[in-house]
């Protein structure tokens, strides 16, 4: 089993900068493509950015040139650093993970969420 433990998340003016941490936990073997996504109230889940094990990286175009995803492989934690935030960036980011536990049973797991508010 892995669990995926968000932090950073907060209140902040448009303009200013977050950086979202994902810790995973638990009995994992490796862990390959790591991920955030976002959902606002109302709408559907959308991919932010992602991440593979080889540092090769995915953003949703609304976010090119604001955000950053980066990974520590040797801790197990995917960031996700946001710079010149906007209100429509509001909703609650979760993050993802595609981990081979230690069991040999490779699986999709979802972080709990963390909010992130910016206010105009």
Sequence with gaps: QVQLVESGGGLVQAG?????SCAASGSIFSID??????????EQ?????????????????SVKGRFTISRDNAKN???LQMNSLKPEDTAV???????LATSRSRAHY?????QVTVSS
Aim: negative net charge; contains cysteine; aromatic residues 14%.
């Design 110 to 114: 979802w972080g709990q969420g963390t």
């Design 77 to 79: 934690t995917v960031y």
């Design 45 to 61: 889940r959308e991919l932010v950015a992602s991440i593979t094990s080889g540092g090769s990286t995915n953003y949703a175009d």
């Design 93 to 99: 980011y979760y993050c993802d993970a595609d981990a």
């Design 16 to 20: 200013g900068s977050l950086r979202l």
């Design 33 to 42: 493509a790591m991920g955030w996504y976002r959902q606002a109230p109302g």
